[in-house]
T-cell receptor, first 114, second 115 residues
Framework: AQSVTQLGSHVSVSEGALVLLRCNYS??????LFWYVQYPNQGLQLLLK??????LVKGINGFEAEFKKSETSFHLTKPSAHMSDAAEYFC????????????FGSGTRLQVQP | NAGVTQTPKFRVLKTGQSMTLLCAQD?????MYWYRQDPGMGLRLIHY???????AKGEVPDGYNVSRLKKQNFLLGLESAAPSQTSVYFC??????????????FGQGTRLTVV
């Protein structure tokens, strides 16, 4: 079984500031980890994913995440926030066997202040 | 390339009514999923299918049924709607090959209100 915990349901940053969204996971087998973004009234779009090839993963729109096995973390960062980054972000985990369904965290809503 | 298409996009039901949500994907994916999204709870898995003719329960299956008669379609049914089923429903699909790291593609969602 696997689970995901996202710390902070709401995060507010100023435009140009660092974005840090936290994700911790639990998995009894090697995990595959994902970050998805959801803009208002839309579906989910993949930002980036960890598949064991590299611990630092770069995604779209300048986002990146680092897989840290010792900390069971996969935090999402962006050096400089843009107004268009305002959205809800979901961390998710799955494995390579069975149903391969994504297990999601509860989400973090990012606000970007001008 | 349409990807994953959900119909309808919005629906209001009265308690006790039934309805079917349709999910169609044109990517020849083996795996398909139905999730519900509720505030502060992320997305929770209702039912899933690992191939044509197969279905299985997820974490929150009560009050829902599904069918996958054709590979490209995955139907979610509510036999007797309840206010607790007011939610946004998302369908997703992913390939059957490529391991756990393959991307899941999501539809635009169906916003259902049960009054």
């Amino acid at each position: 079984a696997q689970s995901v915990t996202q710390l902070g349901s709401h995060v507010s940053v100023s435009e140009g500031a660092l974005v840090l969204l936290r994700c911790n996971y639990s998995s009894s087998v090697p995990p595959y980890l994902f970050w998805y973004v959801q803009y208002p009234n839309q579906g989910l779009q993949l930002l980036l994913k960890y598949t064991s090839a590299a611990t630092l993963v770069k995604g779209i729109n300048g986002f990146e995440a680092e897989f840290k096995k010792s900390e069971t973390s996969f935090h999402l960062t962006k050096p400089s926030a843009h107004m268009s980054d305002a959205a809800e972000y979901f961390c998710a985990v799955t494995t390579s066997t069975g149903r391969r369904a994504l297990t999601f965290g509860s989400g973090t809503r990012l606000q970007v202040q001008p | 390339n349409a990807g994953v298409t959900q119909t309808p996009k919005f629906r209001v039901l009265k308690t006790g009514q039934s309805m079917t949500l349709l999910c169609a994907q044109d990517m020849n994916h083996e795996y398909m999923y139905w999730y519900r999204q509720d505030p502060g709870m992320g997305l929770r898995l209702i039912h899933y299918s690992v191939g044509e003719g197969t279905t299985a329960k997820g974490e929150v299956p009560d009050g829902y049924n599904v069918s996958r008669l054709k590979k490209q379609n995955f139907l979610l049914g509510l036999e007797s709607a309840a206010p607790s089923q007011t939610s946004v429903y998302f369908c997703a699909s992913r390939p059957g090959t490529g391991g756990g790291g393959t991307e899941a593609f999501f539809g635009q969602g169906t916003r259902l209100t049960v009054v």
